[in-house]
T-cell receptor, first 116, second 116 residues
Framework: EPEVTQTPSHQVTQMGQEVILRCVPISNHLYFYWYRQILGQKVEFLVSFYNNEISEKSEIFDDQFSVERPDGSNFTLKIRSTKLEDSAMYFC??????????????FGPGTRLTVT | AQTVTQSQPEMSVQEAETVTLSCTYDTSESDYYLFWYKQPPSRQMILVIRQEAYKQQNATENRFSVNFQKAAKSFSLKISDSQLGDAAMYFCAYRNLMNRDDKIIFGKGTRLHILP
């Protein structure tokens, strides 16, 4: 069964450093998402992406964050200058359709980001 | 704005017994999906069950079933014949369908303990 994959599974970085989290969505999916879960808290939406542009972003997704689909398979989340409060589990998700035609989003296994 | 509320931070159930997890939500939309996701200690998000709001029949997946009360905006999850592998965090979630806003909104979760 096709699945969303994410790399790395765990990333440790120093405050102020740039990190790139990588995701490979399911191959025929067109809608892509990033969510974040700070330890012990609920999962929060960050950004949705379709047709090579951001569809929607939350207030968490400030100028430090960016997303990109550099080729036909990868979907990346970049944090330009990490802060301690960016430590969280980051989930990538993809969906075959969005909006009215949408069904479930398929989540990847997550990348645990630790900022020291 | 849509919200999802899970009022039970933790629950325990004896193995082989039945447990019900509660969820309420708030929306002004008429068409949407509701989900229950399971998050085991590995922290991966696993879809347990999905309910389309336009369907009156409650969704069922093996030992998992929901009680969907649209007028009351209630969406509870019943787990029958609880097994040790059911121990996890369970998130109730909502997804709008009528426009481009198709992000998933999660509740804070209920941690389920299975007692042997």
């Amino acid at each position: 069964e096709p699945e969303v994959t994410q790399t790395p599974s765990h990333q440790v970085t120093q405050m102020g450093q740039e990190v790139i989290l990588r995701c490979v969505p399911i191959s025929n999916h067109l809608y892509f998402y990033w969510y974040r879960q700070i330890l012990g808290q609920k999962v929060e939406f960050l950004v949705s992406f379709y047709n090579n542009e951001i569809s929607e972003k939350s207030e968490i997704f400030d100028d430090q964050f960016s997303v990109e689909r550099p080729d036909g398979s990868n979907f990346t989340l970049k944090i330009r200058s990490t802060k301690l409060e960016d430590s969280a589990m980051y989930f990538c998700a993809s969906s075959e359709r969005g909006g009215q035609g949408a069904r479930e989003q398929y989540f990847g296994p997550g990348t645990r980001l630790t900022v020291t | 704005a849509q919200t999802v509320t899970q009022s039970q931070p933790e629950m325990s159930v004896q193995e082989a017994e039945t447990v019900t997890l509660s969820c309420t939500y708030d929306t002004s939309e008429s068409d949407y999906y509701l989900f229950w996701y399971k998050q085991p200690p590995s922290r991966q998000m696993i879809l347990v069950i999905r309910q389309e709001a336009y369907k009156q029949q409650n969704a069922t997946e093996n030992r998992f079933s929901v009680n969907f009360q649209k007028a009351a905006k209630s969406f509870s999850l019943k787990i029958s014949d609880s097994q040790l592998g059911d121990a996890a965090m369970y998130f109730c979630a909502y997804r709008n369908l009528m426009n481009r806003d198709d992000k998933i909104i999660f509740g804070k979760g209920t941690r389920l303990h299975i007692l042997p």
